[in-house]
Each structure stands twice: as C-alpha cells, then as structure tokens.
C-alpha cells in the first residue's frame, strides 16, 4: 500500500536551523531525536552571540550599563517566558533543567510539608527524573509513594486516579503532560481539578509539552509546572518552575548562597524575594536570554501551527510504519492523542541494532529504555526505538525513516 505524504504538513523551516544544512558522507541530516533535545534555530544562536559579543555582565549587583543591560535581558527574558505561558514571572524560576525543577519542590516542598500517613501519586508513564525525587523525597520522609497504572493503548485512567485520590491520603499528584516515550497527552487540567478537588497539590512535568503544545497554564492551574530549555529549541542548561507564590512564599529555599540571599549574619541569613529567593548563585543569563529568543521563535510560529505540523508529520509516520510488517507502534492509536513521538519494535531485531542501522543514513533516532524503565517494565521490553519530530521536521524525513526501517528490515532477513 502506498502512503503519500499528507498536505497538512505545511511548515518547512529547515532553512533556519543552521545545524539542518549539514551533510554527513555527502548525505542530508535527518534528526528524529527531538525528544532528547531539539536543535536550536539562527535566531537562538544569534541572542547567544549577542549577549556574549555585547552585554556580558554579572546580573543583579553591577551599576554600570553592561550590567544594566544584561539585567533587563534576563529579567526580559523571564518575563517573555512567564508571558508566554500565562503565568506571573515572579513565581517563574530559573532552575538548570526540568531535572532541577522538580527536586526543588521534591527537597524544598515534600521534606517539609510530607509524612507517614501522606502518599505522593505519580504514574507508571513517568521520566526518571519524576519518579526517582518522589522516591528519595517519600523514602526519607514516611509518606508512600504510588502508581496510575498505564492501560493498554498507553492512557491513563481518570477512574483509577479518582479511586486512588478517594483514599484521602494524597497530597501530590506529580504526572506528565506528555509522555517521552508513548507521546500520551494526559488530560492535565483536568487531573489537576481533580486533585485539587480532593485536597492534593499537583505538579505537571511539561518537558515534553511546552515544545510541541499551546500550553496555558492559567488554564491548567497546576501548583508546580516544570520544563526544560533544551527541547523546546532553547540552549541547555536552563530550565523552568512556574509555581504558586503562596507554596514559594513558605517554602524554604533549595539551594543556598548568591542571589537568594537578602541578609547574612554570623549565625542565619535571610532570604531573598521571589523568584530569586530560589535561584542560588550566578544564573543561567545567556541561557536564560537564548531560551527567550527560541519562545520568540515559537511564538511567531504559532504553537496552534506546530502543533498542527507535527500532529500531521506524526499521522504521517504512524500510517507508513504500519504498513510494514513485523512493525509494532507502543502508545495510543491514533495521532490526535499523542504528541509528535513514535515509539516502535520490529520484530527480531533489538532497537540498538535499528538505530545503528538508521544512522548509516544520518537517520537519528534514539534506542533506550528512555529514561523510563518502569514503563519499559509494564511494556514488557527492555527498550524502545522511538522517532521524534520538532517544527523543523518535513514528511520526507518520514520517508527517510521509513525507507530506513525496511532496508534494516531486509539487513536482517538476508
Ligand atoms: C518527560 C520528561 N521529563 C523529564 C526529562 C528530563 O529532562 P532534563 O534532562 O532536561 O532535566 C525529560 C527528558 O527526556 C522528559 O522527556
């Protein structure tokens, strides 16, 4: 059966990723990592180089107009974030990455506010880096730490988290908005009413979200939302925790020394005013500022138009590689409920030896456990080949893909 590639996949910006334009053995670059970390368009690089040519200064202490400037480029930078995602910039935090992000309220918010008898509810879906603080953050305070299941077309079940919160001892539900690995959008907002409804806190885990969707989070109204830089075309080494004031307010600070403080005595300190009560030492500024310039980017896009793009590059993808055989796609059927990510197996060959296959071509796909071996459990595999696609991905990169996986499909038959 022939598949031809879909009209709806509109956007082609290669031209702006300068990275795309290269070559590898006099063949065309085909990055289908972008759940790893995306690549970076001319104008993130361009706020890079200007920051670092023209403003380079410490932020917060200097009088003088370098100083001043990169002051107003961070601080612009975050307001532009906060912006962009409908929350107030005092309450957004700059933090390393999504990682940082959620051992912050795992350290700062469980150790104080948990104990026996409380019960943290993330699910079997979940990055490492959201299951592995939960389990120091419960391990050292007496609470319990519990699953959602993930059913057969890899969702979860709203009755299961229903059931779960009805036992009357949860005080955080800490979930992500989109799967790494099965590419689930979870119904966030309305898990979050949920929770509040039962008189838990919820964070959402948006590392995978904040690229690919219109993401509101006035509307999902979650009390902790954490992202990454790297994957939504921003620098590494940045990323994001939008909370509630009230939570930060009584919060004790995560790290210490450097911009959280207010006043240092001999013997205790007091602490600095939101945001920066939670940024320690010298900040991420030209990540901060590179992060900026790529939600800019986005934002010109239109994320209703990236979205679109990559729901239909995934479509795409999902119907070509079923009519493979030997092909099984892991996460929900259809394209509407995932984001632009295709995990798979091909029967009879490990996904380490697919991906080795694949870059022969410059086909850069990712062949792991992905940082979520829980899930890799309840899948009944040890790992996954997985394809993902950013703004900058065009349908013949699914070809590619595509006529990549047959060859390695006859590699192995011969
Ligand atoms: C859903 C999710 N959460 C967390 C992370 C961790 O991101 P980082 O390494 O930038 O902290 C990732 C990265 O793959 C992810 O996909």
Redesign the pocket.
Known sequence: MTVSAPSTVALDLRADFPILGREINGARLVYLDS??TSQKPASVLAALDDYYRNHNANIHRGVYVLAQEADALFEGARARIAAFLRWPAANTIFTR????AINLVAYSWARTNLGPGDAVLISEME?H??IVPWQLATQATGAALRYLEVSEDGTLSLDQLDRELARGDVALVAL?HVS?VLGTINPVAEIVRRAHGAGALALI?G??AVPQLAVDLSEIDADFYAW?G??ALGPTGV?VLHARAELLEQMPPFLAGGDMIATVEAQHSTWNELPWKFEAGTSMIAQAIGLAAAIDYLDGLGMARVRSHEHALTAYALERLRTLPGVSVFGPPSADQRGGVVSFALAGIHPHDVAELLSRTNVCIRASHH?AQPLMRRLGVNATARASFGPYNVAADVDALIDAVADAQEVFAG
């Open positions: 759940s790893s990455n999504v990682t940082e990055h880096s959201n992500t790494n885990d590392a995978q990454t790297h994957k990323g940082c």
